[in-house]
């Protein structure tokens, strides 16, 4: 079946040391997303890419970067900038250009950094 | 801004009970709006979205959604909660250069149901 893998589903860290959180689709859409998810707040848009080679800054894109190398793969890294890097990372992909292609999500990585 | 309110944190009804999750949204434009459902350290799945047309729409396991332009609101309902149901719904708008894939969350609203 078709979707969103990513991994791990648990990943510790030790403050100050950079992570890297993996994301890779099947679906052969074109956009991916990185949202992360904290308690009572919703999900906040961090990266995006509609196209290979090619992403844009979402609203809280500090701290993080990305890499769009292959369609089906959008790696995020936590850096070491990143003030707040605990929480719950959903990675999410779609067709764009398409009104009946909804957000398709992973199963998400919970980061705690300690 | 375009924004998303979902007035309550959360909510318990018994099995069985009807349900209302609402959700006001903030958009200049005609938006695209949408309900996910989300379990416990799970993703989000889409359950009904809306784009244009009818204004009651109607989604998976028996939810459906009205939009109501007046009220800049999107109200999910259900009208026989299963306990299956529990787990954290998010209204969410469709926003951006990105258009309607670009979506902004709302908070959610957590349900609980007692059997």
């Known amino acids: 079946d078709g979707g969103i893998t990513q991994s791990p589903k648990y990943l510790f860290r030790k403050e100050g040391q950079n992570v890297t959180l993996s994301c890779e689709q099947n679906l052969n859409h074109d956009a991916m997303y990185w949202y992360r998810q904290d308690p009572g707040q919703g999900l906040r848009l961090i990266y995006y890419s509609q196209i290979v080679n090619d992403f844009q800054k979402g609203d809280i894109a500090e701290g993080y970067s990305v890499s769009r190398e292959k369609k089906e793969s959008f790696p995020l890294t936590v850096t070491s900038a990143q003030k707040n890097p605990t929480a719950f990372y959903l990675c999410a992909s779609s067709r764009i250009l398409d009104r009946n292609s909804p957000l398709h999500f992973g199963n998400g990585t919970r980061l705690t950094v300690t | 801004a375009q924004s998303v309110t979902q007035p309550d944190i959360h909510i318990t009804v018994s099995e069985g009970a009807s349900l209302e999750l609402r959700c006001n949204y903030s958009?200049?434009?005609?938006?695209?709006l949408f309900w996910y459902v989300q379990s416990p350290g799970q993703g989000l799945q889409l359950l009904l979205k809306?784009?244009?047309?009818?204004?009651l729409v109607q989604g998976i396991k028996g939810f459906e959604a009205e939009f109501k332009r007046s009220q800049s609101s999107f109200n999910l309902r259900k009208p026989s909660v299963h306990w299956s149901d529990a787990a954290e719904y998010f209204c969410a708008v469709g926003a951006g250069s990105g258009g309607y894939n670009k979506l902004i969350f709302g908070a959610g609203t957590r349900l609980a149901v007692h059997p």
């Open positions: 809306y784009f244009s047309g009818d204004t």
């Open positions: 958009y200049g434009a005609t938006p695209y």
